[in-house]
């Protein structure tokens, strides 16, 4: 079986959308944008608000793979040697914890895939982007 590679894309802040998105994001009456923003200026906001959508990208990633792999958590468990409740809980997103780079290495072997992870420096920096072959 080949390696696949998915990518996981967010549309940033402030980008253009069709007036049904517009309609749907709203938070009384403020477009939730607005808040994520206003929101983005609290380093702690800041700091939960992205862990919340590493944490829900990585759940994303992994449920549509193993199902688009015709995969049980039970059989995704067996083969990356992950217990089936934490991978249960990982896809749920009810632990809010984000998983380590371990798990997620095994996690992806067992699917197959290659991941990557990639370090990109502030803007401001002069420092080069780096990007990291998990698997």
């Known amino acids: 079986m080949t390696s ?3 990518v996981l894309y967010f549309k940033p802040a402030g980008t253009t959308q069709s007036p049904d998105e517009k309609s749907t994001m709203k938070k009384f009456g403020k477009p939730i944008e607005a808040s994520i923003q206003e929101g983005m200026k609290d380093p702690e906001y800041r700091k939960h608000y992205m862990q919340y959508q590493v944490r829900t990208a ?3 990633v992994i ?3 193993r199902e688009i792999k015709g995969m049980t958590q039970k059989g995704l468990a067996e083969k990356s040697g992950i217990p089936q409740p934490q991978i249960a809980r990982l ?3 009810e632990d809010e914890r984000i998983p380590g780079l371990e798990q997620l290495v095994k996690i992806f072997a067992a699917l197959d895939c290659r991941a990557f992870f990639e370090i990109v420096p502030p803007i401001k920096t002069h420092a080069e982007k780096r990007e990291i072959v998990l698997v």
Do not use: H, N, P, W
Request: charged share 15%; hydrophobic share 40%.
């Open 91 to 93: 896809e749920s997103l």
């Open 63 to 65: 449920k549509s793979l």
């Open 4 to 6: 696949q590679l998915y």
């Open 58 to 60: 990585i759940a994303t």
